[in-house]
Protein backbone atom coordinates (compact mmCIF):
# COMPACT_ATOMS: atom_id res chain seq x y z
CA UNK A 1 0.00 0.00 0.00
CA UNK A 2 1.53 3.42 -0.88
CA UNK A 3 2.04 5.85 1.93
CA UNK A 4 2.73 9.09 0.86
CA UNK A 5 3.19 12.97 2.05
CA UNK A 6 0.29 14.08 1.65
CA UNK A 7 -1.46 10.75 2.83
CA UNK A 8 0.76 11.29 5.85
CA UNK A 9 0.39 14.63 6.71
CA UNK A 10 -3.65 14.14 6.46
CA UNK A 11 -3.59 11.73 8.92
CA UNK A 12 -0.72 13.57 11.47
CA UNK A 13 -2.42 16.76 11.22
CA UNK A 14 -5.73 15.02 12.14
CA UNK A 15 -4.49 13.16 15.30
CA UNK A 16 -2.97 16.64 16.41
CA UNK A 17 -6.85 18.03 15.98
CA UNK A 18 -8.08 14.88 17.84
CA UNK A 19 -5.58 13.89 20.48
CA UNK A 20 -5.37 10.68 21.46
CA UNK A 21 -6.67 10.11 24.96
CA UNK A 22 -4.37 8.76 27.54
CA UNK A 23 -5.24 8.18 31.54
CA UNK A 24 -1.99 9.27 33.82
CA UNK A 25 -0.37 6.35 35.27
CA UNK A 26 1.96 6.32 37.62
CA UNK A 27 5.84 6.24 36.61
CA UNK A 28 7.51 3.57 36.99
CA UNK A 29 11.51 3.13 37.69
CA UNK A 30 13.93 1.91 34.98
CA UNK A 31 14.38 -1.65 35.58
CA UNK A 32 17.92 -2.90 36.30
CA UNK A 33 20.09 -2.94 33.23
CA UNK A 34 19.85 -6.91 32.56
CA UNK A 35 23.35 -7.40 30.72
CA UNK A 36 25.60 -5.12 32.57
CA UNK A 37 28.76 -6.36 34.16
CA UNK A 38 30.73 -5.43 37.00
CA UNK A 39 29.06 -1.91 37.12
CA UNK A 40 29.83 -1.49 33.73
CA UNK A 41 27.43 -1.01 30.34
CA UNK A 42 28.42 -3.82 27.97
CA UNK A 43 28.41 -3.34 24.06
CA UNK A 44 30.18 -6.41 21.65
CA UNK A 45 31.20 -4.42 18.86
CA UNK A 46 31.07 -7.74 15.75
CA UNK A 47 32.91 -7.38 12.21
CA UNK A 48 30.76 -9.39 10.03
CA UNK A 49 29.67 -9.96 6.45
CA UNK A 50 26.70 -11.79 7.61
CA UNK A 51 24.08 -9.76 9.60
CA UNK A 52 22.80 -12.77 11.01
CA UNK A 53 25.61 -14.33 12.29
CA UNK A 54 26.84 -11.00 13.70
CA UNK A 55 23.67 -10.72 15.87
CA UNK A 56 23.95 -14.18 16.86
CA UNK A 57 27.85 -13.99 17.82
CA UNK A 58 26.86 -10.67 20.00
CA UNK A 59 24.01 -12.51 22.17
CA UNK A 60 26.69 -14.88 22.43
CA UNK A 61 28.82 -12.88 23.72
CA UNK A 62 26.45 -11.71 25.90
CA UNK A 63 25.37 -14.51 27.64
CA UNK A 64 22.73 -16.03 25.31
CA UNK A 65 19.02 -14.29 25.51
CA UNK A 66 18.09 -16.66 28.60
CA UNK A 67 19.20 -13.66 30.99
CA UNK A 68 16.62 -11.59 28.89
CA UNK A 69 14.01 -13.68 29.43
CA UNK A 70 14.04 -15.17 32.12
CA UNK A 71 10.84 -15.11 34.37
CA UNK A 72 9.11 -12.93 31.73
CA UNK A 73 5.52 -13.48 31.14
CA UNK A 74 4.56 -10.72 29.33
CA UNK A 75 5.52 -9.27 26.20
CA UNK A 76 8.97 -8.84 24.52
CA UNK A 77 8.45 -5.50 22.18
CA UNK A 78 10.90 -4.77 19.29
CA UNK A 79 11.03 -0.82 18.53
CA UNK A 80 12.79 -0.94 14.78
CA UNK A 81 13.60 2.44 13.30
CA UNK A 82 10.23 2.47 10.62
CA UNK A 83 10.20 6.33 10.25
CA UNK A 84 9.26 5.61 6.65
CA UNK A 85 9.44 2.43 4.33
CA UNK A 86 12.12 3.26 2.51
CA UNK A 87 14.13 0.10 2.45
CA UNK A 88 17.58 -0.02 4.92
CA UNK A 89 19.94 1.59 5.45
CA UNK A 90 17.29 4.50 5.85
CA UNK A 91 15.49 2.26 8.10
CA UNK A 92 15.88 -0.80 9.78
CA UNK A 93 15.48 -4.00 7.63
CA UNK A 94 13.04 -6.83 7.90
CA UNK A 95 16.13 -9.16 8.43
CA UNK A 96 17.50 -7.57 11.57
CA UNK A 97 14.02 -8.05 13.24
CA UNK A 98 13.78 -11.50 11.85
CA UNK A 99 16.94 -12.68 13.08
CA UNK A 100 16.06 -11.09 16.95
CA UNK A 101 12.80 -12.42 17.06
CA UNK A 102 13.84 -15.77 15.88
CA UNK A 103 16.89 -15.63 18.66
CA UNK A 104 14.30 -15.05 21.24
CA UNK A 105 12.10 -18.14 19.65
CA UNK A 106 15.11 -20.42 20.06
CA UNK A 107 15.66 -19.29 23.26
CA UNK A 108 12.87 -20.59 24.35
CA UNK A 109 10.68 -17.53 24.43
CA UNK A 110 6.83 -17.33 23.33
CA UNK A 111 6.22 -16.16 19.39
CA UNK A 112 3.04 -14.93 20.70
CA UNK A 113 4.31 -13.13 23.18
CA UNK A 114 6.20 -11.27 20.59
CA UNK A 115 5.74 -7.88 19.22
CA UNK A 116 7.32 -5.74 16.43
CA UNK A 117 5.91 -1.91 17.44
CA UNK A 118 6.17 1.41 15.60
CA UNK A 119 4.73 4.50 15.15
CA UNK A 120 6.13 6.02 11.88
CA UNK A 121 7.18 9.71 11.09
CA UNK A 122 5.16 12.51 10.36
CA UNK A 123 6.77 12.85 6.66
CA UNK A 124 5.91 9.96 4.55
CA UNK A 125 5.31 7.35 7.22
CA UNK A 126 1.64 7.15 8.67
CA UNK A 127 -0.12 4.84 8.71
CA UNK A 128 2.34 2.79 10.59
CA UNK A 129 0.30 -0.40 9.17
CA UNK A 130 0.87 0.28 5.54
CA UNK A 131 4.51 1.56 6.45
CA UNK A 132 5.22 -1.98 8.51
CA UNK A 133 3.98 -3.85 5.77
CA UNK A 134 6.11 -1.95 3.03
CA UNK A 135 9.15 -2.59 4.97
CA UNK A 136 8.45 -6.56 5.08
CA UNK A 137 8.51 -6.11 8.73
CA UNK A 138 4.58 -7.16 9.10
CA UNK A 139 5.39 -10.33 6.73
CA UNK A 140 8.27 -11.41 8.97
CA UNK A 141 5.51 -11.05 11.77
CA UNK A 142 3.13 -12.81 10.13
CA UNK A 143 5.49 -15.96 9.25
CA UNK A 144 6.72 -15.90 13.05
CA UNK A 145 3.58 -15.40 14.64
CA UNK A 146 4.95 -12.70 16.50
CA UNK A 147 2.65 -9.22 16.75
CA UNK A 148 2.37 -6.14 15.49
CA UNK A 149 1.45 -3.18 16.83
CA UNK A 150 1.05 0.14 15.21
CA UNK A 151 0.78 2.44 17.83
CA UNK A 152 -1.43 5.58 16.86
CA UNK A 153 -4.41 2.64 16.66
CA UNK A 154 -3.86 1.63 20.11
CA UNK A 155 -4.15 2.66 23.78
CA UNK A 156 -2.33 5.13 25.58
CA UNK A 157 -1.14 6.53 28.83
CA UNK A 158 0.67 9.66 29.97
CA UNK A 159 3.47 9.31 32.62
CA UNK A 160 5.73 12.08 34.42
CA UNK A 161 8.90 10.86 34.97
CA UNK A 162 10.98 12.29 38.49
CA UNK A 163 14.10 13.46 36.66
CA UNK A 164 12.63 14.97 33.16
CA UNK A 165 12.62 18.81 33.35
CA UNK A 166 11.75 19.22 29.29
CA UNK A 167 8.32 17.89 30.02
CA UNK A 168 6.11 19.38 32.43
CA UNK A 169 3.55 18.11 31.79
CA UNK A 170 4.14 14.34 31.33
CA UNK A 171 4.70 12.42 28.59
CA UNK A 172 2.25 10.44 26.60
CA UNK A 173 3.27 7.29 25.71
CA UNK A 174 1.71 3.79 24.17
CA UNK A 175 0.24 1.58 27.18
CA UNK A 176 1.81 -1.39 25.42
CA UNK A 177 5.33 0.65 25.62
CA UNK A 178 4.55 0.96 29.22
CA UNK A 179 3.23 -2.72 29.99
CA UNK A 180 6.47 -4.33 28.05
CA UNK A 181 8.28 -6.37 30.56
CA UNK A 182 11.53 -5.94 27.91
CA UNK A 183 12.11 -4.02 24.93
CA UNK A 184 14.80 -4.28 22.15
CA UNK A 185 15.86 -1.41 20.62
CA UNK A 186 17.09 -1.87 16.98
CA UNK A 187 18.39 1.63 15.31
CA UNK A 188 20.14 2.01 12.91
CA UNK A 189 22.93 4.49 11.69
CA UNK A 190 21.62 7.92 10.91
CA UNK A 191 23.07 11.76 10.13
CA UNK A 192 20.47 13.96 11.29
CA UNK A 193 20.23 17.71 11.39
CA UNK A 194 19.94 18.80 15.35
CA UNK A 195 21.30 15.67 17.54
CA UNK A 196 24.01 15.20 14.86
CA UNK A 197 23.08 11.35 14.90
CA UNK A 198 19.79 9.28 14.90
CA UNK A 199 20.63 6.28 16.80
CA UNK A 200 18.82 4.34 20.17
CA UNK A 201 19.00 7.68 21.83
CA UNK A 202 16.52 9.25 19.38
CA UNK A 203 14.26 6.01 18.35
CA UNK A 204 12.22 6.57 21.23
CA UNK A 205 10.70 9.91 19.49
CA UNK A 206 8.63 7.21 17.43
CA UNK A 207 6.46 6.61 21.03
CA UNK A 208 5.34 9.54 21.31
CA UNK A 209 1.96 10.71 19.87
CA UNK A 210 1.90 13.46 17.41
CA UNK A 211 0.93 16.45 19.75
CA UNK A 212 4.07 15.86 21.46
CA UNK A 213 6.55 14.99 18.61
CA UNK A 214 5.30 18.66 17.38
CA UNK A 215 6.25 20.33 20.16
CA UNK A 216 9.28 18.00 20.61
CA UNK A 217 10.46 19.62 16.92
CA UNK A 218 9.32 23.36 17.62
CA UNK A 219 12.48 24.47 19.79
CA UNK A 220 16.33 24.97 19.46
CA UNK A 221 19.18 22.28 19.54
CA UNK A 222 19.47 22.30 23.42
CA UNK A 223 15.85 22.36 24.14
CA UNK A 224 15.32 19.79 21.24
CA UNK A 225 17.88 17.52 23.20
CA UNK A 226 16.78 17.77 26.92
CA UNK A 227 13.21 16.44 25.25
CA UNK A 228 14.89 13.58 23.34
CA UNK A 229 16.85 12.44 26.01
CA UNK A 230 13.94 12.64 28.78
CA UNK A 231 12.28 10.07 26.66
CA UNK A 232 14.49 7.77 27.81
CA UNK A 233 13.18 7.83 31.30
CA UNK A 234 9.74 6.73 30.27
CA UNK A 235 10.63 3.14 29.56
CA UNK A 236 13.41 0.95 29.79
CA UNK A 237 15.40 -0.38 26.71
CA UNK A 238 16.52 -3.79 27.98
CA UNK A 239 18.73 -4.20 24.63
CA UNK A 240 20.00 -2.45 21.76
CA UNK A 241 20.70 -3.67 18.54
CA UNK A 242 22.38 -1.48 16.19
CA UNK A 243 22.86 -2.71 12.82
CA UNK A 244 25.79 -0.60 11.28
CA UNK A 245 26.76 -2.99 8.30
CA UNK A 246 25.64 0.38 6.15
CA UNK A 247 24.77 3.75 6.24
CA UNK A 248 24.71 7.21 4.50
CA UNK A 249 27.19 9.30 5.86
CA UNK A 250 26.10 12.23 3.79
CA UNK A 251 24.31 15.41 5.18
CA UNK A 252 20.58 14.00 6.55
CA UNK A 253 18.22 13.40 3.31
CA UNK A 254 21.55 13.17 0.60
CA UNK A 255 22.01 9.75 -0.20
CA UNK A 256 24.86 9.86 -2.88
CA UNK A 257 27.53 7.91 -0.86
CA UNK A 258 27.55 4.86 1.20
CA UNK A 259 29.70 3.80 4.17
CA UNK A 260 29.95 0.10 5.03
CA UNK A 261 31.65 -0.54 8.41
CA UNK A 262 29.95 -4.28 8.54
CA UNK A 263 29.99 -3.93 11.92
CA UNK A 264 26.97 -5.37 14.47
CA UNK A 265 26.79 -2.92 17.69
CA UNK A 266 24.98 -5.11 20.87
CA UNK A 267 24.44 -3.05 23.80
CA UNK A 268 22.71 -3.07 27.36
CA UNK A 269 22.49 0.89 27.45
CA UNK A 270 21.56 3.40 25.07
CA UNK A 271 23.46 6.06 25.67
CA UNK A 272 26.88 3.17 25.46
CA UNK A 273 25.53 1.77 22.37
CA UNK A 274 25.23 5.06 20.53
CA UNK A 275 28.54 6.24 21.90
CA UNK A 276 29.96 2.66 20.10
CA UNK A 277 27.97 3.53 17.31
CA UNK A 278 28.64 7.51 16.92
CA UNK A 279 32.57 6.65 17.05
CA UNK A 280 31.97 4.21 13.51
CA UNK A 281 30.06 7.35 12.39
CA UNK A 282 33.18 9.69 12.74
CA UNK A 283 35.38 7.56 11.89
CA UNK A 284 33.72 6.81 8.69
CA UNK A 285 33.47 11.07 8.04
CA UNK A 286 29.86 11.41 8.89
CA UNK A 287 28.34 14.94 8.12
CA UNK A 288 29.60 17.21 10.71
CA UNK A 289 30.56 14.58 13.21
CA UNK A 290 34.71 14.69 12.11
CA UNK A 291 35.72 17.53 14.32
CA UNK A 292 34.13 16.99 17.38
CA UNK A 293 34.89 14.34 20.24
CA UNK A 294 32.52 12.14 21.09
CA UNK A 295 31.99 12.44 23.96
CA UNK A 296 31.37 16.44 23.55
CA UNK A 297 27.94 15.80 22.21
CA UNK A 298 24.98 17.09 23.41
CA UNK A 299 23.02 13.90 23.63
CA UNK A 300 25.90 12.30 25.51
CA UNK A 301 25.98 15.11 27.92
CA UNK A 302 22.26 15.35 28.98
CA UNK A 303 22.06 11.61 29.20
CA UNK A 304 24.75 11.24 31.39
CA UNK A 305 23.25 14.20 33.36
CA UNK A 306 20.03 12.63 33.34
CA UNK A 307 21.33 9.11 34.73
CA UNK A 308 20.60 7.04 32.06
CA UNK A 309 23.89 5.99 31.26
CA UNK A 310 27.76 6.83 30.41
CA UNK A 311 29.86 7.33 27.46
CA UNK A 312 33.28 7.18 29.60
CA UNK A 313 35.54 4.16 28.07
CA UNK A 314 36.07 3.38 31.75
CA UNK A 315 32.91 2.59 32.03
CA UNK A 316 32.10 0.62 28.72
CA UNK A 317 33.10 -3.24 28.87
CA UNK A 318 33.62 -3.33 24.95
CA UNK A 319 33.59 -6.68 23.69
CA UNK A 320 35.07 -7.52 20.45
CA UNK A 321 35.18 -10.09 17.72
CA UNK A 322 36.09 -10.50 14.18
CA UNK A 323 34.40 -12.95 12.08
CA UNK A 324 35.62 -12.52 8.67
CA UNK A 325 39.45 -11.40 9.18
CA UNK A 326 39.39 -7.77 8.55
CA UNK A 327 42.90 -6.32 9.28
CA UNK A 328 41.50 -2.94 9.76
CA UNK A 329 39.13 -4.04 12.41
CA UNK A 330 41.92 -3.27 15.34
CA UNK A 331 42.19 -0.02 14.08
CA UNK A 332 38.15 0.36 14.42
CA UNK A 333 38.50 -0.92 18.25
CA UNK A 334 41.88 1.42 19.01
CA UNK A 335 40.16 4.84 17.52
CA UNK A 336 36.76 3.88 19.31
CA UNK A 337 38.88 2.98 22.82
CA UNK A 338 40.75 6.58 22.41
CA UNK A 339 37.57 8.50 21.60
CA UNK A 340 35.78 7.09 24.98
CA UNK A 341 38.77 7.36 26.93
CA UNK A 342 38.75 11.44 26.07
CA UNK A 343 38.09 13.15 29.50
CA UNK A 344 35.22 16.42 29.19
CA UNK A 345 37.05 19.24 30.58
Known sequence: MKVTPEGSAEIYERLIREPLPAIEVPHKPLRHEIYSLNSKHQVALIRTNDKREGIKEAFHMFGGLSKLIHGVKGEVIIKPNGNTDDAYPRNTSSDAVRFIAEELIASGFQASKICVGESSGRFRGFPTRHTLENMGIKAVADELGINTAYFEEEEWIQI?????????????????????????????????????????????????DPVMRE????????????KMIDLSLCFTGDLIVTDAM??????????NEIAEP??????SNSVAADAVAVCVMKMHKANRLEETPVREHL????????????SKGKDIMLLTKDLVGDSKFKDTVNFIEKELAYERK
Open 246 to 255: KFYPSRPRAF
Open 262 to 267: GLIIVG
Open 299 to 310: SFVVGEERGIGS
Open 215 to 226: WLHNNQNENFIN
Open 160 to 208: KPPKSVAWPHGIKIPKRIYDAERIILTPILKTHRTPLFSIALKLPVGII
